[in-house]
């Protein structure tokens, strides 16, 4: 586990390269090993600019790691561009990768594709909040303790939010909701 830049002082640029860097390629390989599509380069890019980024919004009085602190700032930043890279190219990917050439393979890729679209429109209609305690509990594989940490909550605040997340999203991506216009939250 890598070391933590300490939580009473802003880090500098090198700091945060030195402390955050493995850590975000890690993150980026994460996210290119679950999706095919992205480009390694890119999100380890997107990382670091993220993370240098927050140092400025940084509060070392609060007590909360810098590593912390950016894991969840910078992980949706990094999924944020997955979703700005359009379904046009992750579907091209797709079929490339998997070699669809017959119909039925091509129609499964794209039924795919659309699901992953409607559960990403469907992340967007939730809270922030929410939105963090899904990326630590199921992305960064927190526990519901370091999820309640790092989000500075109670531990029963991180579940409910969380299981309140995963209704609203359940009630969002239903076959009645699916058959209500696509903006609606």
Same mark, same amino acid.
């Given at each position: 586990?890598?070391?933590?830049?300490?939580?009473?002082? #802003?880090?500098? =640029?090198?700091?945060?390269?030195?402390? !955050? &860097?493995? +850590?975000?390629?890690?993150?980026?390989?994460?996210?290119?090993?679950?999706?095919? +599509?992205? /480009?390694?380069? *890119?999100?380890?890019?997107?990382?670091?600019?993220?993370?240098? *980024?927050?140092?400025?919004?940084?509060?070392?009085?609060? &007590?909360?790691?810098?590593?912390?602190?950016? #894991?969840?700032?910078?992980?949706?930043?990094?999924? %944020?561009?997955?979703?700005?890279? &359009?379904?046009? =190219?992750?579907?091209?990917?797709?079929?490339?990768?998997?070699?669809?050439?017959?119909?039925? =393979?091509?129609?499964?890729? @794209? @039924?795919?594709?659309?699901? @992953?679209?409607?559960?990403?429109?469907?992340?967007? !209609?939730?809270?922030?909040? *929410? $939105?963090?305690?899904?990326?630590?509990?199921?992305?960064?594989?927190?526990?519901? $303790?370091?999820?309640?940490?790092?989000?500075?909550?109670?531990?029963?605040?991180?579940?409910?939010?969380?299981?309140?997340? @995963?209704?609203?999203?359940? %009630?969002?991506?239903?076959?009645?909701?699916?058959?209500?216009?696509?903006? /609606? !939250?």
């Amino acid at each position: 586990m890598p070391h933590d830049v300490p939580a009473l002082e #802003k880090p500098s =640029s090198e700091a945060v390269l030195k402390q !955050c &860097g493995a +850590w975000i390629y890690r993150a980026a390989r994460r996210i290119r090993d679950r999706m095919p +599509w992205a /480009d390694l380069d *890119e999100l380890v890019q997107q990382g670091i600019m993220i993370a240098l *980024e927050q140092r400025e919004r940084y509060a070392p009085e609060r &007590g909360v790691p810098f590593l912390a602190f950016i #894991k969840p700032r910078v992980f949706g930043a990094m999924i %944020d561009l997955m979703r700005t890279a &359009g379904a046009a =190219s992750r579907t091209a990917a797709s079929f490339s990768e998997l070699g669809a050439e017959d119909e039925e =393979s091509a129609l499964e890729i @794209i @039924i795919r594709q659309e699901d @992953i679209e409607r559960i990403s429109q469907a992340v967007d !209609c939730l809270k922030a909040e *929410e $939105k963090t305690a899904l990326a630590l509990f199921y992305l960064e594989e927190l526990t519901n $303790k370091e999820v309640a940490i790092a989000m500075a909550i109670d531990e029963s605040r991180a579940t409910r939010l969380r299981q309140r997340a @995963i209704r609203r999203l359940a %009630d969002i991506v239903s076959p009645a909701a699916a058959s209500r216009a696509r903006n /609606d !939250c």
